[in-house]
């Protein structure tokens, strides 16, 4: 028996505990049943969902495999439960790490795996988003993304991270190539582990570039570009509203991760706009939070917040839970999605 077969029971009943526990608020659970039903409560609220089945730099083309499998399922369950979402995917899920002879059968391989999930999606009407994950991936996920795109006839999302010292480059070359017939997308983000440009070293130039990145994508891109915000911050977000109203688009929303900040669902929509929840599930829940932690400790003071805000809520008046809603608006907690 393989060492990975070996330590799955001892992932799963430490996922499983988790999920059930610290990481219930912030993931979709171990399993698709359970995602699926979070993300029934979500619909109902009208939100939209971003599911990821968590998982990155596998080795291996059994954990690959594994994996196209699980996003099969899933998409399968998403159509039969009428789920208003799409599908987010890593390309280290699907084969970027696993060794070949070649880079170019690494590429061809790790393409069709991914395909695998996309050409099901299409063919049931659900939309994929590809993750940017660090600079060593950029140029492969952004080809991919093209190459996707265009066979999918327009409408995917790229999530771009203000952190890559080419994300107004590539975001430029993705507005000058998108048409109404085959629209380009964005996702927007910040990224949240270690900066990427070296030339941007502080939290206030990254978010600055952020900012700038926003004004550009929905100034310059025609009504068809899809535009996503993946963040929480106060002035990201009611900036990106104004501009949403004054250059609208077919579609356009604010994304933000599951279980953090849910005061912003009912501001952004009360402002007219629409919201996404960034949904991962999955046997690797538990690994994902602790790496995200240990690599962004400020998330862990995110969690906290959080959690303190949920249970002094239940404690205090209903005119004082107002109140510190009006005050804080949209959220005032630095962004780091």
Known sequence: MSKLKQTRPIKRAVNWIFCKTIGRRYTGGSSIFSVIKRAKKLNERGVRVVINNLGEHYRTKEEVERTVRTYLDLLVAMKSSGINGSVSLKPTQFGLCVSHSS???RNRYTREQMWRVADKAHNLGITIEIDMEDRETLQFTYETYAMFNRWSGGGLLLALQANVELSFTILRQMISLSTPEVPNGVRLVKGIYEPQDPNLMTNDEI???FSGLTEFVMV?????????IGSH?????????VLSRAHPKEFSEVQILSG???NIIENVQSEGGNVAVYLPFGENAFAYS???MMKNPKFIFRVLTSIFRRKYAKEISGDIVQENTHE???SSTPDEN
């Open 207 to 209: 978010m600055a570039r």
């Open 103 to 105: 880079d170019t059968e």
């Open 290 to 292: 602790f790496r995200r």
């Open 233 to 241: 911050h106060s002035d990201i977000l009611s900036r990106f509203l």
């Open 220 to 228: 310059s891109s025609c009504p068809e570009f899809r535009v996503a």
């Open 260 to 262: 953090v900040m849910d």
């Open 328 to 330: 804080t608006e949209l």
